[in-house]
């Protein structure tokens, strides 16, 4: 029998719509994220995250390249959120993310994003992957409560950056039954050069032991070879140890044990701003890589999944293409994931 995700049961309690209530009333003084902006989002006032009352979504796909025991045979089910509590200078979807009247965008009411959420259970989709959650976790689940009563029955994946209150994952447990946090520095001064936020790591590194917390380090696996529930952490390798691998990867180990999940990337490409900067205007040399990897052996991890040197190009979306964002065919597979 396939697992009932938990926030079905949340949904019949009426625990779901507690959740909805207490998440809504931080809009009212905004914090929903770390930058706690502190203005009334209910009055669709906006601030950094360029978003107020309503989701604005920019593509909606049935995705093939996560990691295998997301994809399946037939694909996570995204859903990309429009703008993003970080400023990544090389954010491959920085169209959508960090374009704020970007064509792709639209604002849609909480039924409509149910309605989507429906829509990629209906063509088989094995869970939802919520792209960039963390500045319109309220209006998700409300969106989700209404999609919950009309019988979406698939897990949620949290897709995050994991610049993410603390606060707010709390009322996410029972809720989010996948986190697919990035962690992406171990230094501050780097965060705050390269994605705008100075307390990145502190933050981040709080945000994955809350869900850590929730889901446990142990993958839950259908009897089709399918995530269930479960914490994979993300860490893309950048050009000149600007993501501090090596401090990053021993802080997991440390923090979590050797079952700890990692999906090691190298598909950095030199995007958006990154063509500008000197440490960041060129993609990472296979000796760089090997090193992270080969330091990742000796520390004995027994769970993931490393990318092998394949070309960005595999990865690299098309927002233009709502529908389609990325290039047919594209999986983990063919990009050597």
């Given at each position: 029998?396939?697992?009932?995700?938990?926030?079905?049961?949340?949904?019949?309690?009426?625990?779901?719509?507690?959740?909805?209530?207490?998440?809504?009333?931080?809009?009212?003084?905004?914090?929903?994220?770390?930058?706690?902006?502190?203005?009334?989002?209910?009055?669709?006032?906006?601030?950094?995250?360029h978003t107020g009352r309503l989701p604005i979504v920019s593509a909606s796909t049935q995705?093939?390249?996560?990691?295998?025991?997301?994809?399946?045979?037939?694909?996570?089910?995204?859903?990309?959120?429009?703008?993003?509590?970080?400023?990544?200078?090389?954010?491959?979807?920085?169209?959508?993310?960090?374009?704020?009247?970007?064509?792709?965008?639209?604002?849609?009411?909480?039924?409509a994003l149910a309605d989507i959420m429906l829509d990629l259970q209906g063509k088989g989709?094995?869970?939802?992957?919520?792209?960039?959650?963390?500045?319109?976790?309220?209006?998700?689940?409300?969106?989700?409560?209404?999609?919950?009563?009309?019988?979406?029955?698939?897990?949620?994946?949290?897709?995050?950056?994991?610049?993410?209150?603390?606060?707010?994952l709390r009322l996410l447990d029972g809720i989010v039954d996948i986190y697919l946090p990035?962690?992406?520095?171990?230094?501050?001064?780097?965060?705050?050069?390269?994605?705008?936020?100075?307390?990145?790591?502190?933050?981040?590194?709080?945000?994955?032991?809350?869900?850590?917390?929730?889901?446990?380090?142990?993958?839950?696996?259908?009897?089709?070879?399918?995530?269930?529930?479960?914490?994979?952490?993300?860490?893309?390798?950048?050009?000149?140890?600007?993501?501090?691998?090596?401090?990053?990867?021993?802080?997991?180990?440390?923090?979590?044990?050797?079952?700890?999940?990692?999906?090691?990337?190298?598909?950095?490409?030199?995007?958006?701003?990154?063509?500008?900067?000197?440490?960041?205007?060129?993609?990472?040399?296979?000796?760089?890589?090997?090193?992270?990897?080969?330091?990742?052996?000796?520390?004995?991890?027994?769970?993931?999944?490393?990318?092998?040197?394949?070309?960005?190009?595999?990865?690299?979306?098309?927002?233009?293409?709502?529908?389609?964002?990325?290039?047919?065919?594209?999986?983990?597979?063919?990009?050597?994931?």
């Open positions: 029998m396939p697992r009932v995700p938990s926030y079905r049961r949340l949904q019949e309690s009426g625990e779901l719509g507690r959740r909805v209530s207490s998440l809504e009333a931080l809009l009212e003084s905004c914090a929903v994220c770390p930058h706690r902006c502190g203005i009334n989002r209910l009055e669709d006032r906006r601030s950094r995250c995705h093939y390249g996560e990691e295998p025991l997301l994809v399946g045979t037939h694909g996570v089910g995204n859903i990309f959120f429009a703008n993003c509590s970080l400023r990544c200078v090389y954010c491959q979807n920085h169209l959508i993310s960090q374009n704020p009247r970007g064509e792709a965008h639209r604002e849609i009411s909480f039924g989709c094995h869970s939802i992957g919520l792209v960039s959650p963390t500045h319109v976790v309220p209006q998700i689940v409300r969106a989700l409560e209404i999609a919950a009563g009309r019988g979406l029955s698939l897990p949620l994946i949290y897709n995050t950056g994991a610049y993410d209150s603390v606060d707010v990035d962690l992406k520095y171990a230094d501050e001064d780097l965060g705050e050069l390269y994605s705008g936020v100075r307390d990145y790591p502190r933050i981040a590194r709080a945000a994955i032991e809350e869900m850590e917390r929730q889901v446990g380090t142990e993958l839950i696996v259908d009897e089709d070879g399918l995530l269930r529930r479960g914490l994979i952490i993300r860490h893309l390798v950048l050009p000149n140890d600007i993501a501090g691998s090596k401090e990053t990867l021993r802080w997991i180990r440390g923090r979590f044990g050797p079952r700890a999940t990692l999906s090691v990337m190298a598909q950095y490409s030199p995007v958006h701003r990154a063509r500008l900067l000197p440490l960041l205007d060129r993609t990472v040399r296979p000796g760089e890589y090997d090193r992270v990897i080969d330091f990742l052996g000796t520390l004995e991890m027994e769970e993931g999944w490393a990318q092998e040197s394949a070309s960005a190009s595999c990865y690299m979306p098309e927002f233009q293409n709502r529908d389609r964002p990325f290039r047919e065919g594209a999986d983990n597979r063919e990009c050597g994931g």
